[in-house]
């Protein structure tokens, strides 16, 4: 035979917890990480891609494929290595081709130059003015005219630097003013993300509840 569950005397339903009542003020919400603010163009930069010229380069292939190119971030000494590489590689194909022309050399110098400041990651900036004379000495080795053993490989490297310091002194200058303008970019973003973060733990905290003043110290 089936026997019927009975519930005991003595025992009692078990009660939740009451809800809140409709109108009582809620917990307040747990503050999220802001999203980043989305990077705004400056306004030379809208004013140049207001004109026809920018409209006309902006459909060329070339113009699209530059765009696509990866941006990557070198630390301190990759940026140096990829630079030294690329100059000794160009010496090398200037020596095979035209017999070693520094003045060609020095030409593309500055390209590589500006790539290297450009793809130094930011907590590196400050390597790559320094990285790149490094670079152009290390790279002039295979066109700078030297015979004979270490001695005379040496004296062709000072005589190659010191008629040719003009390209040395420019690419430096290029790396040093594109390192600075994104220095100041860097510093006025974080100065921004600041202002933006502030705010909106401002908007978050409740009007009901003040913030805490620490009370001094008898």
């Given amino acids: 035979m089936e026997q019927h569950r ?3 005397p003595g025992a009692r ?12 003020p809620a917990e307040p919400p747990v503050p999220r990480t802001p999203p980043r603010p989305r990077k705004a ?3 030379l930069g809208r004013a140049l891609r207001r004109t026809p010229l920018y409209r006309k380069v902006s459909r060329m292939p070339l113009y699209r494929a530059l765009r696509r190119m990866p941006n990557p971030r070198l630390t301190g000494l990759g940026s140096g290595l990829f630079a030294a590489a690329v100059m000794f590689l160009f010496a090398c194909l200037l ?5 070693g022309s520094i003045v060609a050399y020095g030409v593309l110098f500055l390209p590589v130059s500006a790539l290297t400041a450009l793809w130094v990651r930011p907590a590196d900036l400050v390597s790559a003015p320094v990285a ?9 080795l295979p066109i700078s005219g030297g015979t004979g053993g270490f001695g005379g490989q040496f004296m062709g490297l000072l005589t190659a630097l010191a008629l040719h310091a003009g390209w040395l002194y420019g690419g430096t200058l290029v790396a040093g003013v ?3 303008v994104r220095k100041v970019k860097l510093m006025t973003r ?5 202002q933006w973060q502030q705010q909106q733990r401002g908007q978050v905290r409740q009007p009901g509840h003040p913030p805490q003043r620490r009370v001094p110290a008898s």
């Avoid at 020596?95 to 017999?99: A, C, V």
């Avoid at 790149?132 to 002039?140: C, D, H, K, Y």
């Avoid at 974080?190 to 600041?194: A, I, S, V, Y």
């Fill in 13 to 24: 339903p078990r009660r939740t917890a009451p809800l809140p009542e409709q109108g009582s």
């Fill in 190 to 194: 974080r100065r921004q993300q600041r």
């Fill in 178 to 180: 594109i390192v600075t």
């Fill in 132 to 140: 790149v004379p490094i670079a152009f000495a290390a790279g002039v």
């Fill in 95 to 99: 020596q095979l081709l035209f017999g």
């Fill in 6 to 8: 009975t519930r005991p």
């Fill in 41 to 43: 163009a400056s306004p």
